[in-house]
Nanobody, 124 residues
Framework: QVQLVESGGGLVQAGGSLRLSCAAS????????MAWFRQVPGKERMFVAA????????YYANSVKGRFTISRDNAKNTVYLQMNSLKPEDTAVYYC?????????????????WGQGTQVTCFS
């Protein structure tokens, strides 16, 4: 079992930045590919960004490409999501997810473990 705990969400004005963190515990972190998803009420959870076992293998949704950066620190068992140039449409609950294996995926069903989510609200 892997436990994931997100932090770093909050309220930010459009154009601002936030950094989300996801701390993993329970098992060795490094074998897992990690991702961030987000969800707004009444809509399905959507892929945001992912990183493979190797920290240089990353992938982004088109809506956040160039503004968000995913990274991981295996020594700290933590994955990050740096969010810059935030827009009101980025407002959502952000979830961290982990899947066994080295390769990232963009589908929810591919992930085995989920955090409880952290709220990000961007106002104009």
């Amino acid at each position: 079992q892997v436990q994931l705990v997100e932090s770093g969400g909050g309220l930010v004005q459009a154009g601002g930045s936030l950094r989300l963190s996801c701390a993993a515990s329970g098992r060795t972190f490094s074998p897992y590919a990690m991702a961030w998803f987000r969800q707004v009420p009444g809509k399905e959870r959507m892929f945001v960004a992912a990183v493979g076992r190797s920290a240089d293998a990353t992938y982004y949704a088109n809506s956040v490409k160039g503004r968000f950066t995913i990274s991981r620190d295996n020594a700290k068992n933590t994955v990050y999501l740096q969010m810059n140039s935030l827009k009101p449409e980025d407002t959502a609950v952000y979830y961290c997810a982990a899947r066994s294996g080295s390769i990232y995926a963009t589908q929810m069903a591919s992930y085995d473990y989920w955090g409880q989510g952290t709220q990000v609200t961007c106002f104009s």
